[in-house]
């Protein structure tokens, strides 16, 4: 296997520019495990791992199976009340990066950077992003439009060679690769790696219900819809019959809560709650109420595979497409 040297594989000390992005209740520990020792690097939501218990023994077993870095996704707002506990535990455990999203992350930034780990933080667009640089951020997740999860606005066309004009750090991109033709597009657009999500619930490594992973691979990118009723902020997910009977946005008395300044900090965190319980049931086991997550790249996925013959599939696709390219 071919390594792509950028400034995010000098950062990691690792081989290839490719992220096995956290996702919730999908990266487990042989997802972690696979894509570092695939010369990559895997992660997972701290959060996939409740009580805080089962979290500190994913740490340590996946510790166990590979000397290679790992990453701990922490969500960092004000409604997750286990993220001192999350950084703490990895720390101890030796975790070498750590990504951040939904908050500010100076405490996570400070707390690594003393223990010799490094910092990625989710951005959308350029104002979050110097910020999180001026914090010490080591680099950011450009999140665009296309992504699994809360995607982000902005085309990658358009946000990769912005924020790598206006930063000093490596910017990795997010939002819509699942080909090797993609990991080639945006290091041409200026990123120093990718974080690919999606791929990689259709991976024989995934534990999620095999209902998910073939939902994934017949799939297009027109099947991918932006729902509120998740999180209350929209996020991608795959059109189901549920779905759209459940609709894409918020009741309108669920969204008046919302917004009121009186209710917002009771109603935001038991949309959060109801939202990952749909999650949670549908990625586990098969039911009517299903609601799967998912990127518009499901549309450039045809197979499950193993993760190393993922990352041997993208880096000989990577090749291929800088090969047809005009000379």
Known sequence: ???????????????????????????NEDIVVEASEAGGIGTFPALNYRPIEKYRAALAAIKKRTSKPIGVNIIVNKSNTRQSEDLKWALEAGVELFITSLGSPREVIREAHQNGAKVLCDVTGLEHALKVQEMGADGVIAVSSGAGGHAGPISPLVLLPWLKSELKIPVIAAGGI??????????????????????????????????????????????????????????????????????????????????????????????????????????????????????????????????????TKLLREYDEAIGRLPR
Request: avoid cysteine.
């Open 178 to 311: 699942s080909h090797g033709s993609g990991l080639a597009a945006v290091l041409a657009l200026g990123a120093d790696g990718a974080s690919i999500g999606t791929r990689f619930i259709a991976s024989k490594e995934a534990g999620v219900d095999e209902a998910y992973k073939r939902a994934v691979v017949n799939a297009t990118a027109e099947d991918i819809v932006m729902t509120s009723r998740i999180s209350g902020t929209p996020a991608a997910v795959i059109k189901t019959p549920y779905v759209e009977k459940m609709g894409l946005d918020l009741p309108w008395l669920v969204r008046a809560l919302k917004d009121n300044k009186a209710t917002k900090k009771y109603v935001v965190p038991l949309i959060h709650l109801m939202g990952m319980r749909s999650l949670d049931e549908a990625a586990n086991k098969p039911t009517w109420k299903t609601v799967w997550s998912a990127g518009q790249s499901v549309g450039l996925i045809d197979e499950i595979l193993t993760v190393r013959e993922i990352f």
């Open 1 to 27: 296997m071919r390594n792509l040297e950028t400034a995010f594989t000098r950062l990691m000390k690792i081989s290839n520019p490719i992220i096995a992005a956290p996702m919730f209740l999908v990266s």
